[in-house]
């Protein structure tokens, strides 16, 4: 079983609203993740963080914010949600130090924008 | 460009029957291979990892084959379950960066029939 949890699993959600989603780890994991998926497609990094403090824009332009104020919590975050950003969210953690470590990923958070 | 690319794009196997899927990468310089399992509506979960020194490497029914020199790798699913219904993706990390970027494959979607 992953230890690593999202919030919500689902969310439809008018434009223009606020939106939060939120990642925990229990693995005490330095690195984390956000990944976006489209049906078919391959997974576009759009957020990491190599720890508390730390948080670095991905590969895929992204309208979206994060934060790490505590090594367990990643939340990203949609100031105004449009309908481009309907897609799935997945969080992933890995441990620091290797870049043979395997991530760690969520079950996501399938975002729909109506 | 640094590309994965998975074969074929969808696969549908009688029940108990092996199966190979295919990976071809252009990722340079090359840190890694990994293998996901990701079921319908749930998070990518790790099944190998192999480095350049290693050519093979099995976990249970899965037996992944790493050719470097020809930047190859194929998952080889032995005696197929109705539970391997899932896409499975081919990712591979360089070594260009602290983070260890990972590029991902669109996957292959299993479909194993009763």
């Known amino acids: 079983e992953a230890d690593i949890y999202q919030t919500p699993r689902y969310l439809v959600i008018g434009t223009g609203k606020k939106i939060t989603l939120e990642c925990s780890q229990t693995m005490g994991h330095d690195k984390m993740y956000w990944y976006q998926q489209d049906p078919g497609m391959e997974l576009h990094l759009i957020h990491y963080?190599?720890?508390?403090?730390?948080?670095e824009k991905g590969d895929l332009s992204s309208e979206s914010t994060v934060s790490r104020i505590r090594t367990e919590h990643f939340p990203l975050t949609l100031e105004s949600a449009r309908p481009s950003h309907t897609s799935q969210y997945l969080c992933?953690?890995?441990?620091?130090?290797?870049?043979?470590?395997?991530?760690?990923f969520g079950d996501g958070t399938r975002l729909s924008i109506l | 460009k640094n590309q994965v690319e998975q074969s074929p794009q969808s696969l549908i196997i009688l029940e108990g029957k092996n199966c190979t899927l295919q990976c071809n990468y252009t990722v340079s310089p090359f840190s890694n291979l990994r293998w996901y399992k990701q079921d319908t509506g749930r998070g990518p979960v790790s099944l190998t990892i192999m480095t350049f020194s290693e050519n093979t490497k099995s976990n249970g029914r899965y037996t992944a084959t790493l050719d470097a020199d020809t930047k190859q790798s194929s998952l080889h699913i032995t005696a197929s379950q109705l539970s391997d219904s899932a896409s499975y993706i081919c990712v591979v990390s360089d070594r260009g960066s602290t983070l260890g970027r990972l590029y991902f494959g669109r996957g292959t979607q299993l479909t194993v029939w009763p």
């Open positions: 963080s190599y720890g508390v403090n730390s948080t």
């Open positions: 992933a953690s890995s441990e620091g130090g290797s870049y043979n470590q395997p991530q760690h």
